[in-house]
């Protein structure tokens, strides 16, 4: 299963669209994953436009209309593994912390966020933390990025730099 992994889009505050290389790739994706601060619901459509199974959070940005729709956490099946979903919150240098005690009692195998608008793809004990950084605004990191995630047998995660 390929499962497109984007955050922090703030649109259209950062960006007018989500980059047309972005959607290009998630063509093929057999579940979309937004782990909030959409800002726009527009970004939903968009997304469920090329692929009809997105899943997503809000975000700490993410106005009343965004939150009316979209709850802060959610747990995703896929086969034998969990994926905690979450935007995240609190300074960015202890998010992995908070997310581990977020998701304690869960049993997740990874855990995806948003909110420090920098790529994170690591592996902390047996959980795989997984931020695919924001693909419209760089204020925190040195360059713009989304995600894929690949579960078959194992769990394969890659960074894209836009």
């Known amino acids: 299963m390929k499962i497109g992994v984007i955050a922090d889009t703030h ?8 980059p047309q290389k972005l959607l290009e790739d998630f063509k093929d994706a057999d579940m979309i994953i937004h782990a909030g601060d959409l800002v726009s619901l527009n970004v939903l459509e968009k997304l469920k436009s090329i692929c009809p199974d997105v899943r ?8 009343l209309e965004v ?6 956490k959610e747990i995703i099946e896929v086969g034998k593994y969990k994926i905690g979903l979450t935007h995240g919150y609190g300074a960015p240098n202890s998010l992995i912390q908070v997310l581990t005690q977020y998701f304690k009692d869960y049993k997740v195998d990874i855990i995806i966020f948003g909110h420090a608008h ?13 931020n695919p950084g924001s693909p419209t605004d760089k204020i925190f990191a040195p360059y713009n990025s989304y995600g894929i995630i690949e579960i078959n047998d194992k769990i394969e995660a890659r960074i ?3």
């Open 160 to 162: 894209v730099k836009l």
């Open 118 to 130: 920098s790529s994170f793809n690591e592996k902390k004990g047996n959980i795989l933390f997984f």
């Open 56 to 63: 997503a959070v809000y975000g700490n940005m993410d106005p």
């Open 11 to 18: 649109i259209p505050s950062q960006a007018k669209e989500i």
């Open 67 to 72: 939150r009316k729709k979209l709850s802060d």
